[in-house]
């Protein structure tokens, strides 16, 4: 399984001076969407994510997909 590495993608947007509202919005979000999946992945729910949304998420932070995935067992 796979999931959103919640820290990694904080990071990346600390580097580009983003916040969740900032984020979402170059990505093409709502902000509650991207709160809830940060948020809940945060608490080990994990959720389900579009290709579309996960590429959004990449085009704004400027990485690779496998930077912000980790596989857990």
Request: glycine share 10%.
């Given at each position: 399984?796979?999931?959103?590495?919640?820290?990694?993608?904080?990071?990346?947007?600390?580097e580009k001076g983003?916040?969740?509202?900032?984020?979402?919005?170059?990505?093409?979000?709502?902000?509650?969407?991207i709160n809830r999946?940060?948020?809940?992945?945060?608490?080990?729910?994990?959720?389900?994510i579009n290709l579309?949304?996960?590429?959004?998420?990449?085009?704004?932070?400027?990485?690779?997909?496998?930077?912000?995935?980790?596989?857990?067992?």
């Amino acid at each position: 399984m796979l999931k959103l590495n919640v820290e990694k993608i904080e990071s990346l947007m600390r580097e580009k001076g983003l916040g969740q509202r900032g984020l979402a919005k170059k990505a093409g979000w709502s902000l509650g969407h991207i709160n809830r999946v940060l948020a809940g992945t945060r608490r080990g729910e994990c959720r389900s994510i579009n290709l579309a949304k996960l590429d959004g998420l990449c085009r704004v932070l400027d990485c690779q997909v496998e930077e912000i995935l980790v596989q857990i067992k």
